[in-house]
C-alpha cells in the first residue's frame, strides 16, 4: 500500500552495507520528516559527489581533481608510498595523521575465492612508481587478513630488486587493548615483537 | 584531508537513525564505486520522494495524493478506525494484512518527558472523525510502552461517550516465542488472558 515512490525509496536504501530493509523504512520515515533540513540536501549532495568525484590517475584516491589533493601537496614527502587497500583505509590513516607522504589504493586485495588476480589491482602501476625513482619507502599497510598478507608477500617479490626498502605495519595489542580479550596470533605477534623499554 | 563533497556527504548521511560517521564512510566508498546504478539513482528518488510525499489531511498517511489511498479505496471499511503512533506503523500492519479499515496517525505518543502533550498529536481530529458518526470500532494499536499506554488511555477516556466501541492489541507470547526468553509481564499477561483450547 505504499506509495511507489517510498517503495523505490526504501529499496535503494535497503542496498548500503549495513542497512537491511527494515532500518531502510526508519530512515525513509525519519527524512520525510525532515525533507528541507535533510532529504533535499542529501540528494543534493549525492549528485554533487557523483559527478564531481574523480579517481585521481596517480594513486587512486578520491578527490575533485586528478592528481589528488595529497599528490599535490608540495608539502608532502614524495619519497614515501603507502600502499592500501581501497580509499577508506586512506581515509583512517589521514585521521590518525601518522603519515604524509604519498599513497596508492591497490583497489582491493588478491583473492582466489572471489577471483581477484594481480591484474585486477594496480600493482603494475606501483612497481613503475617505484621503478621511476626518487622513492626510498614502501609502508604496505593492508589488513591483517590471509588475503591482505598474501597480496603484500605478492607486492614485495615485485618490488624486491626495486631499492626501496619495503615494510609493513607492526602486529602487536591494539592500544587500549586486553590480553584476556585479544585471540592468540596476537599475543603472539605482540610477545615476539617485544622491546626493551 | 577528504574533499568536502565526500566530508559533507558523509555528514548527511550519519545524520540517519542507526547510521553512524563509520557506516557513513562505507556507506559513501560503497556509492562512489556505484555511481550509475545507485549513486544517481538515489539522489533522484530522494528529491522525488520530497517533493511528491505529502500527508494525507484525513489520517495521517504519507502518499502522493491527498486524501491517501486508503482513505479512498472504496473497498476498505469504513467504520473502523486503527489508531497508530506513526506511518511506519501504519506500514507494519499493512504488511500484516490483518485490518482492512482506516487509520489515523497520531504522530507520536504522549511523553512528559520530551514534552510532547495531547495538542501535539492529533488526538484532536481523531475525536472528530470519531464523533462525526459511522465508527463503529477504534483500535489502538500504540506500542505496549509507558508512553504508548499512557496515550492509549488519554485517547480512550476522550472516546468514552462517543459511542464507538474502543479496543487495544492484545498482550502475549509473540508468534514463535520461547516463555525462558520473555520478561516477566509478558508472561504474566499471556498468562492472565489465557483462552481456552
New interface residues.
Given amino acids: 500500500?505504499?506509495?511507489p515512490?517510498?517503495d523505490?525509496?526504501i529499496m535503494?536504501?535497503s542496498?548500503?552495507?549495513?542497512?537491511g530493509p527494515r532500518?531502510a523504512?526508519?530512515?525513509?520515515?525519519?527524512?520525510?520528516k525532515r525533507?528541507e533540513g535533510?532529504?533535499?540536501?542529501?540528494?543534493?549532495?549525492?549528485?554533487?559527489?557523483?559527478t564531481?568525484?574523480k579517481t585521481c590517475g596517480t594513486c587512486g584516491n578520491?578527490?575533485?581533481s586528478d592528481p589528488c589533493?595529497?599528490c599535490r601537496d608540495p608539502e608532502r614527502d614524495k619519497g614515501a608510498i603507502c600502499v592500501i587497500e581501497?580509499?577508506?583505509d586512506l581515509?583512517a590513516l589521514?585521521r590518525s595523521g601518522i603519515f604524509s607522504g604519498q599513497y596508492h589504493v591497490l583497489g582491493g586485495v588478491l583473492s582466489a575465492l572471489d577471483g581477484i588476480g594481480p591484474d585486477d589491482l594496480t600493482i603494475d602501476p606501483l612497481v613503475s612508481r617505484v621503478r621511476d625513482g626518487g622513492i626510498s619507502e614502501v609502508i604496505l599497510a593492508l589488513n591483517a587478513t590471509v588475503d591482505g598478507q598474501t597480496t603484500a608477500h605478492v607486492i614485495m617479490d615485485r618490488l624486491a630488486d626495486s631499492g626501496a626498502k619495503v615494510s609493513g605495519l607492526a602486529h602487536g595489542l591494539p592500544v587500549g587493548g586486553e590480553l584476556d580479550y585479544l585471540d592468540d596470533g596476537t599475543i603472539a605477534a605482540a610477545f615476539r615483537a617485544r622491546r626493551s623499554v
Fill in positions: 500500500m505504499n506509495s515512490e517510498i523505490s525509496l535503494l536504501l542496498k548500503l552495507p549495513g542497512i532500518s523504512r526508519r530512515a525513509v520515515l525519519h527524512l520525510i525533507r535533510l532529504m533535499m540536501p542529501l540528494s543534493q549532495s549525492l549528485a554533487d559527489t557523483a564531481k568525484i578520491l578527490d575533485t589533493l595529497i581501497d580509499a577508506g581515509w589521514e
